[in-house]
């Protein structure tokens, strides 16, 4: 079980004081959150994709190579890297480098992002955004695991004799999480491929993420990847911690009140109600997190969000502060009775093992369907 931190990278003001951080300030903040990240021994560090304002991150692979030099052991990943309007080819190659820089501390989750003006800028019609997804991430695949590619789809020029480089790290690809928060056609997706499916389990109830990850696991036993309580599945999360519970809410009150996404909207109490947010004590958050797996069933990969809407870098690393110190406690709490054959979160050391495993034929998966009728 992997525990880690995403960040969406928004600039937003603080509510409390009205300033809000340069773009300089919030990049750098960024770093010295990651930094924080693996000081208190978590195992992730995501950031997101968006190419337009209030947001930073447009160039994930860069910021996380940066990272990659101020760290030793943090697995560094992407909380959306949208393939839907990159190019397959920059993608694979940026991740190549990132798995060398990196000495293959690196994943990635895979989206089509909720910003719809990204598409145009990108030169690519919203409307295909499912097709765009299956075409660039099958191409994306054949890249990282083909010497030479011969490739011709509807929505990109035709690639003749293509060869990336640099190769990637060992000769094995790295490992693709597929995130979403309401489309089955993605979760179907990253089961056809034996793949992760990642649920961002912050916004909507916690029976729509069941549902979600129910339906992954049975398309991932379907296509022969393993008994369905064997599928990859990261979930994400949302918190906010003070030594007592009456100081959480008083203190993310206003942060929650005008955040980007829910503001505005339902009061804090009845948001904490109805979706995952948890917003209280150490033990509250423990206790909460720990219930995940009532209806997800054992996992792979816990992720939090705990930097956004306009939270002070002071207050951000307190909360990892008290993350840390339930860490121990999560850690023990996912693996007691969790089953000896539901697998460990993938690692660069794992997939070369399992590569290794396959060329000498002790591993082999079957498929029932190609992906464009198994999404037809």
Avoid: C
Wanted: net charge negative; glycine share 8%; hydrophobic share 40%.
């Amino acid at each position: 079980m992997q525990f880690g931190i995403f960040t969406v990278g928004d600039v937003t003001p603080d509510p409390t004081t009205g300033r809000a951080p340069t773009e300089h300030e919030r990049i750098k903040n960024t770093v010295a959150i990651a930094e924080k990240a693996e000081e208190i021994g978590l195992d992730v560090f995501a950031t997101g994709e968006h190419h337009n304002p209030p947001f930073v991150p447009s160039s994930p692979t860069t910021l996380l190579g940066y990272i990659a030099a101020r760290t030793e052991r943090l697995i560094l990943s992407t909380s959306t890297t949208l393939i839907t309007t990159n190019d397959p080819v920059k993608i694979a190659e940026d991740f190549s480098v990132l798995q060398h820089l990196s000495d293959g501390r690196v994943d990635l989750m895979l989206g089509r992002g909720n910003t719809g003006p990204v598409y145009p800028w990108f030169g690519e019609d919203i409307r295909q955004a499912i097709p765009l997804t299956v075409e660039k991430y099958d191409l994306l695949r054949r890249l990282w695991r083909e010497e030479v590619v011969d490739w011709e789809g509807q929505f990109r020029t035709p690639l003749q004799g293509f060869t990336l480089a640099p190769r990637p790290l060992d000769g094995v690809a790295p490992f693709v999480w597929h995130g979403s928060i309401r489309t089955p056609e993605i979760a179907e997706l990253a089961a056809y491929h034996g793949d992760g499916f990642f649920a961002n389990h912050i916004f909507w109830p916690a029976s729509h993420t069941e549902r979600m990850i129910a339906f992954y696991r049975q398309r991932f036993e379907h296509y022969g990847h393993g008994a369905a309580h064997q599928a990859i599945v990261g979930l994400g999360g949302q918190i906010f911690m003070r030594r007592n519970s009456q100081d959480a809410v008083r203190d993310f009150r206003p942060y929650f009140d005008v955040a980007p996404v829910y503001g505005h909207g339902p009061s804090l109490e009845d948001f904490s109600a109805q979706t995952p947010l948890t917003v209280g004590s150490p033990q509250e958050v423990l206790e909460r997190t720990l219930g995940f797996r009532e209806y997800v069933g054992d996992y792979q990969r816990q992720l939090f969000l705990v930097d956004h809407a306009g939270l002070p870098l002071k207050t951000v690393l307190e909360q990892l502060d008290l993350l840390g110190e339930i860490l121990p406690d999560l850690r023990a709490g996912f693996a007691e009775g969790r089953p000896a054959d539901v697998p460990d979160a993938p690692t660069h050391a794992s997939l070369v093992a399992a590569q290794a495993g396959r060329a000498s034929g002790t591993s082999r998966t079957s498929r029932a369907t190609e992906p464009a009728e198994a999404l037809s």
